[in-house]
């Protein structure tokens, strides 16, 4: 049996300090919203690491706004692949899961995270 969220997130901050709680939750929460801007009509949704990416930064900005950066900053998420980290931190304990071919490393090469945070705000192009 996995252990609850709120039991695996305590898991993992004491194994991974640099993440916060918050960090987890943030992705817990951003993961219902990729999945809810990518797969409206999948009884199954599996997202792919720029899905869950992308879709977790739209969370932020709607909910954080021109602050994003910073909160998700303060919480130890500043790259792109500190998001592959906490996903894969969640897969580890049970409570995210994965399909053949996914992989820790496809978070390594998306979007800059400053830059798709700060797009809105200094007009550059959307991500």
Known sequence: ???SFEKAVEILVERYPQYSEEAYEFMRVGLDAAA???CKDDKS???SAKELY????AYALDE??????KVLEFWGLKHARDFGHVVYNLIEVGIFGKQK???QEE???LPDLQQILSAP???SADF
Request: with cysteine.
């Open 1 to 3: 049996m996995h252990p």
């Open 36 to 38: 809810d801007k990518f």
């Open 45 to 47: 949704p599996h997202l």
């Open 54 to 57: 992308l879709g977790a930064c």
């Open 64 to 69: 954080y706004g021109p602050l994003a950066a």
């Open 101 to 103: 071919g996914d992989s």
């Open 107 to 109: 978070f390594d090469n």
């Open 121 to 123: 705000y200094d007009g």
